[in-house]
């Protein structure tokens, strides 16, 4: 965001909380020239716990945006603004009383010398507020990145590649792929295990290893389920066992183990398997994906589908290798031990854990028959 002479009013909101924090910080130094000695410039923190907090800080702002500054310039930062929200205190009249006065205060124009800098990690859109924002300030929004949506993953991985540059950091492709599936979307996250994975690295070495991430970034339970299929893909049964293993001693329900990963892995490697033999572009995803779109559409209807439409892609992708440790029939063969197995879980009282067990041997020995 470039700042000029003539701006006198800059938003940085989003769902994205760690970006629009380190954002915002870095706007505000801009503008203050990094000197901020408690006196030139005011700060308000904007947690509001009720109406008559949000109201209270919209006094503050205001009296902060008419006061004079001594010294020539004043910015005034409005800081983690809560009570934008449609929720209950951002629907409440008190706050909607202070809100409006706030945006009188700034339709009516500011003092010479005098900045406004709002932040805030939510805003409901539809409010007068927002409207005034969008026509006279310099607004700049930074949400969470939509995993719904099909090439998520992109988005992220150009994100973790660029905060890894800063770092001097570089990834192997299967590290890379790993990283993101574990780290997530936030990129608060992304940043904090980066510097981690950094740290543990040390001056020495920079070369960012799949061992490196699962030693240093956490599983969350969406890592576990990557994890265990990226583990059947790859014929690496105690891998499978030790994950399944933790998560039942967890209180994890073997069912939902099954079917939040088990099964899936399964049906994409089965499906990914068929598409590489149709010899579609596999090296580059983006490549790949083109190559799928370009299918007739029957021959799509039977490939996973995202909630808003069309193929999700990515997960065949990633399972593209792993099926190449497979034969199709060996596949087929690994699909039906899958239903036989979450039929036992359902209709039987045969030990869960065994029956895991049994089917993670099942697909890792068909993954060793060439």
């Not at 990094?34 to 205001?62: K, L, P, Y």
Request: charged residues 30%.
């Amino acid at each position: 965001m470039a700042v000029t002479a003539s701006t006198k009013i800059y938003a940085i909101v989003g769902s994205d909380e760690g970006r629009v924090k380190e954002e915002s910080l870095r706007l505000h130094r801009e503008l203050t020239g990094g000197i901020d000695d408690g006196f030139t410039h005011e700060t308000i923190e904007g947690t509001a716990d009720n109406s008559e907090g949000a109201f209270q800080i919209c006094r503050s702002v205001v009296e902060a945006l008419l006061t004079l500054p001594f010294f020539g310039q004043k910015v005034v930062w409005l800081k983690n603004a809560s009570f934008l929200l449609d929720d209950v205190t951002g629907r409440s009249e008190r706050t909607l009383s202070g809100v409006e006065s706030l945006k009188g205060c700034l339709e009516a124009g500011l003092p010479d010398g005098i900045t406004f800098l709002l932040s805030a990690t939510g805003i409901d859109k539809r409010r007068a507020f927002w409207k005034f924002l969008e026509k006279g300030a310099q607004v700049r929004a930074y949400d969470k990145i939509d995993t719904s949506r099909d090439g998520w993953q992109d988005e992220v991985i150009a994100i973790v590649e660029k905060r890894a540059k800063e770092l001097g950091l570089r990834f192997s492709d299967d590290a890379l792929e790993l990283f993101v599936m574990l780290a997530g979307e936030a990129t608060r996250q992304i940043g904090n295990e980066l510097e981690k994975i950094d740290l543990y690295l040390g001056p020495d070495r920079r070369d960012v290893t799949p061992e490196d991430v699962r030693r240093m970034v956490p599983l969350s339970r969406a890592g576990v389920v990557f994890e265990i299929g990226n583990a059947l893909q790859n014929g690496d049964a105690a891998r499978a066992l030790e994950l399944i293993d933790q998560q039942l001693e967890r209180g994890e329900n073997a069912i939902g183990l099954m079917r939040a990963s088990i099964i899936p892995t399964v049906r994409n490697l089965f499906m990914a398997k068929v598409l590489s033999e149709k010899k579609l572009p596999t090296r580059n995803y983006r490549d790949f994906a083109a190559a799928i779109d370009r299918m007739p559409e029957m021959e799509r209807l039977w490939l996973p589908q995202k909630k808003a439409g069309g193929v999700n892609v990515y997960p065949l992708f990633l399972c593209l290798r792993g099926a190449d440790q497979f034969t199709l029939e060996g596949l087929r063969g690994a699909m039906e031990s899958a239903l036989r197995a979450d039929r036992s879980l359902v209709t039987t009282g045969l030990d869960h854990r065994l029956v895991l067990h049994r089917l993670v041997a099942e697909i890792t020995a068909a993954a060793r028959k060439r």
